[in-house]
């Protein structure tokens, strides 16, 4: 019956989830494809208007379609700017804030465009050989950087041409003399992310960085925010790993500085720190250049903290050497006194503003999930969602008071989709430390019924199950369907400070299922609705390594378990996957080096203790855990004898993404969940 009204409602516009005449529904799969996505909010220069992104999703074509929209920073005059079919993303103002730059793909590559505000049609600017990204701008808008991949020492021409011929030749083999050969869902073929500079009046592009071998953004998951122009418009600062051979397990990304010009070799700003160095920001008067940095090599969760260096010459100073809390983003207030940061805090990502003088700091919105915070006269212009709502624009005042409303592009779909409320709580878990979690209750909750509890464990491991709308692993979709959801930030979570991130390195199977069971245990006993019995366990990535470990050390708790992207075999992952400073770090070295930490840490060595009914899930495209763990899971499932069912996407990476792929994961889940907890 599941299976009909999915096919059914197949052939609905995903828009129709919104309200009719009053009627609401329990939320689902459908409503969070619906919800309209805010991204990449930019303040404009005079401090009126906010253009962002808002991505919608297009079942029919099976991805999500973006256009620009433009707002007044008070809320008012809300308009669509762009409605070419095509995809339009990454806007950035002129510094006369009367027009727009944009990335845009409607010449069927991606090239950049520009719009004025006041009306008309957008006008491309570059007609490059291959696809631009990354967009910025110079403070005198007589420049415009971006990025393209090209073959390092080649021109954009010359890479287009090698990649024409490579296309006409008949055989397909390639040929490595280093890794990566893969990383995350792409395979390597030579090319490298690089930063080039165009006049905005035009003229031909040169590449700030020809001869590095390596990338800036950093891949897959850096942006414009990982490169400026200095104040003067005459050079650039960037951040990325020209490590050579090393890439593989070195995290050491510099800040490096060359002129418009380009340099044989940029000049870099951090060579002595041999972590991560990231997120160059100037002050409004151009004397400072703030930027996060890690100090610990090798180690991709370590803290960032704020480095604040006289521009262009001077001593640097670490400015949150005190602050126990790593910075995602920062910006300077415009009078350049003060540093709004945005940091996971506690189960949420919260606001904070630090004082440049004193370093002292205050949190100025603590709930929700924040980003992209401005300033705006006398407001703070951000984006924030939580659990029961997608992000929106708001402002609020100077101290964080105040808080209006800019945007409520999702209020009917939220209005027609009825969800559960949530709830915070701690409990005593490993050595009796304190340990945060949160409950979402069933729509609709009666609290004389038992629900049955799907029990959500995050991924990284450093990571969060926070006070956030998820588009993956949202439990929405779960409590719409009549379960209770239950997620606990074990040690090893980020935003609960450093020394509880760091305190699971060579412990993966230790003080996290220590702190799960314990935090399951205080849930259950708040919630005596809940139903102790009916209790399914699913997880991704560290999640799913973590649903094969309490396979075999807490193998009686479960009626049936979930497992996305997990590893089985710790020892052999160092070996299928690429960025091997991750398994290193948390490993205490190489399999070779240190065997026994991996075997300590090793799934596969508890299969005997396996009886537990377990779907697993994985991507053909996941490159991080390989999709022979994955199969490998099923395998032992099936070769045990024990209730299992494997769903597969060939085209899927570490992610679920494509939004049909994504109905039909949450579907499988459901029902899996469904015939062993509720038949």
Known sequence: MRSFFAALLLCLNLPAIAATAGQTHPFSIRDMLAMDRILDPQLSPDREHIVFTLRTTDLEADKGRTDLWLVSADGANLRRLTSHEAADSNPRWA????????????????????????????????DLPLDA???????????????????????PKSTKEKLDALKERKATGRIYEKTFVRHWDTWKDGRRS???????????????????????????????????????SKAVVFSARDVGDEEPWSTNFDLYHTPLAGAEKPRSLTEKNRAWDTFPVFSPDGKTLAYLAMD?????????????????????????EKWDRSPSSICFTPDGKTIYAVATNLGQRSLFAIDVKTASVRTLIRDGSISAPAIAGDRIIYAMNNLKSPAELYSAA??????????????????????????????????????????????????????????????????????TFHYRWNPQAYVGAGYAAVMVDFHGSTGYGQEFCDSIRG??????????????????????????????????????????????????????????????????AYFDTEELWFPEW?????PWTNSQAYEEQNPVNFLKKWKTPMLVIHGGLDFRVAETQGLGTFNAL???????????????????????NSILWHETVIDWLDQWLKN
């Open 507 to 572: 412990d993966w199977g230790g003080k996290p299922l220590e702190d799960l069971q314990k935090g399951l245990d205080a849930a259950l006993k708040r919630c005596e609705w809940m139903n102790a019995k009916e209790v399914a366990a699913l997880g991704a990535s560290f999640g799913g390594y973590m649903i094969n470990w309490i396979a075999g050390n807490w193998p009686d708790r479960f009626k049936c378990m979930v497992n996305h992207d997990g590893n089985i075999d710790e020892r052999m």
């Open 638 to 660: 099936q070769r045990l004898g024990i209730p299992a069912k494997l769903l597969y996407f060939p085209d899927e990476s570490h992610w679920v993404l494509k939004p049909n």
């Open 398 to 467: 100077l101290d964080g008071g105040d808080v209006r409303n800019i945007t409520n592009i999702n209020a009917e779909k939220l209005a027609a989709a009825r969800m559960g409320d949530y709830e915070q709580f701690t409990f005593k878990g490993w050595k009796d430390q304190t340990v945060y979690g949160y409950i979402v209750k069933p729509v609709d909750l009666d609290t004389r019924r038992k629900y049955p509890v799907a029990f959500l464990i995050h991924g990284g491991p450093q990571g969060s199950f926070g006070n």
């Open 133 to 155: 990204g990354n967009l910025i701008i110079s403070p005198d808008g007589k420049y415009l950087g971006f990025t393209m991949d090209v073959f390092p020492g080649t021109t």
């Open 194 to 232: 690089h930063l080039f500079v165009i006049p905005a009046a035009g003229g031909p592009p040169t590449d700030v960085m020809p001869a590095m071998d390596a990338d800036t953004p950093s891949k897959p998951f850096g942006g414009p925010e990982e490169m400026t122009f200095t104040p003067d």
């Open 296 to 320: 610990r090599p090798g180690y991709e969760s370590d803290r960032l903290r704020i480095v604040l260096q006289p521009w262009p010459k001077g001593k640097k100073r670490i400015l949150t």
């Open 95 to 126: 510094p006369d804030a009367k027009s727009i730059y944009f990335i845009s793909t409607r010449s069927e590559s991606s090239q950049i465009w520009r719009i004025r505000i006041d009306g008309g049609e957008a006008e491309q600017i570059t």
């Open 586 to 590: 948390d490993h205490f070295g190489t």
